[in-house]
DNA sequence: GTTAGCACTCTCAGCGATTGAGTGCTAATC
DNA sequence: GATTAGCACTCAATCGCTGAGAGTGCTAAC
């Protein structure tokens, strides 16, 4: 359903102006502020129109209106500029991604922590697990008697480790052989696909080791579990303080609890995504715990599987500055993966 | 200055009572509670006297009293017996220790989120940088043409990484055999006593390979700039939610904020303090921030280095349990770090 | 030294009156 | 027919008041 030009006016106004002060918006001021050439009285006319369709809802009889969360939807589909980041906001992004050559963990928490800045909302990055990448090379270090460390390098640079215990009589050169009889097999093997039948042949050439082989295999089992799972970065959580909305402590320890576990942050961002900018507003989450908040989030390809970007926040959010500024960041994330990771 | 039997035990009944419900105490529930042979009038005067002391004080005229901080002071110096963590806690203690055989930083992080489970507080656990520790190896793996993985392994087993830029031209052996040289020239050095000459001559021997030598320097530099750091593991921050204090937004969001910050936390963190358990109570913290908090920290054995693990709460705090907590786990990451890492 | 008794203090919850923002309706106007 | 001015009405929020309750401090008696 689509609204005429002056439904269309009051709706962003309200919205606007609800987004900023939090509280209901009159129809006196929805004039003022826009200074539309219209009566108050013409706007309370409209207005009623608006909360017959669903659009506007009214806490209680004598307070203004308040966008429902249909209203926002339609502002969202219908009538929203995404707001893209300014020119002072690009020079500190890239005055970030410039001054950080390091290692991607450290720029995806910089670019998340960027996004919750600009946006005053809790960000979120979601790197996907690196299951589709290659072995690329297998080094086993001593550290002291009976210790060594086992580094497992991949074809994008993903470095895993994990401290094995050894026999204290082998050498640093046995170890680095077995190391490179490890690269041999399995050098450009996707980690996913790794065959226990090569695994064996292997173990079947250095059979006089068979118990540091036994020992890499499992750590390498452990080191894949934890690779399996994708990690996340949540970023500005305590933005929500700032919310009148989540004054109320039972409210805000709910949603703190979930900005701060990664595990819980996952499960309330959906699964299948669109790579553009996906809104979900109140109750369309899926997740109970965040069906007063919504999220701005946005796919990124991250050597072929997806990662996701967004922000989480209040219904009443900033929804044109969060999609502009997400979907920028996830453009950056983009570029960066392809270009300057490879 | 010491007190009487009677008073001790009124002061003792007051604060119990306090800690527990967060209101003041009157005469009346201290003889109840604590069902002493004496008369709530009699009560009255000792507390009057208390307060004239100095220990007590009164939110207002017709309110019961609650400690001063300095009541607490003199509880914790001259009353308290640590409550040490009783035979359900240390089985899931044992649990969580036994299941994790990973990382350092792994135990950690398991140790200071029992902490803060146990007691109920926020808690921290710094680890002191490894600037004592050795170089034991250097190694440098290909990745993709032109870039390659830096690899330090010091004595202690901790590994530093970092991508670094390699000419293209130049071969996975030449880099194996550079990163040899290096492991000649640096191995048993102290990270932080590397020497400029001794890494000239490094340069001199590979002359040829110049560039590579020169990043992996900067590398190293930027590598041993990070590790300098302490790093600082904190849990339970959101602990403090339950506590009727900070049900002010602004104090809460001050607190939450240097709980989210581990350079803030560090910063409020006495720097002195000895190996047994420290108390610092409100006012008595340097740091303005959390002069309404209360710090319990010990310190530990982290390779010759002090670390220091520890909680942080509200003045009405059980100190009691968080001594003893404190303390049973200060002794077990020095175990930890004596036997199981060496 | 201890206690019972009592007047006094102060907070807190509940209640009614007041205020003010905002609506909805009606009748007049463009 | 759309727009607007005017006005009665509604309802949350605020203020001031009151009474209840908890607790103290003092005094006088034990």
Known sequence: MSLDTRKSKILESIIRDYVETAEPVGSRSVVRKHNLRISAATVRNEMADLEDMGYLEQPHTSAGRIPSEMGFRYYVDCMMQKETLDDSELEILNKILNENIGE????????????SQVTNYASFVIVPSIKLSEFKNVQI?????????????????VLMHRRIDVPSSISSEELQLIGKAFTRVLSGTRLEEMRRNELKALREDLKNRRKVIDKVLEAVDVMMQGSRDESVVISGALNILNEP???????LKRILTILEE???????????ISEDVNITIGKENKAEDIQEMSLVV???????????????GPVRMEYWKAAGTVESLRNILDQLLSKKFF
Request: proline residues 3%.
């Open 104 to 115: 991607w963990s450290d720029i995806v928490s910089k670019v998340g922590s960027f996004l």
């Open 141 to 157: 270090i001593p550290i002291t008697d009976g210790k060594a460390m086992l580094l497992v390098v991949t074809d994008v640079g």
């Open 245 to 251: 909305e989540f004054k109320d402590m039972d409210k």
């Open 262 to 272: 990664d595990i819980l942050l996952k499960q309330i961002i959906p699964e299948k």
């Open 298 to 312: 946005a796919g990124y390809n991250n050597f072929g599987e997806m990662g996701k970007i967004g922000v989480i």
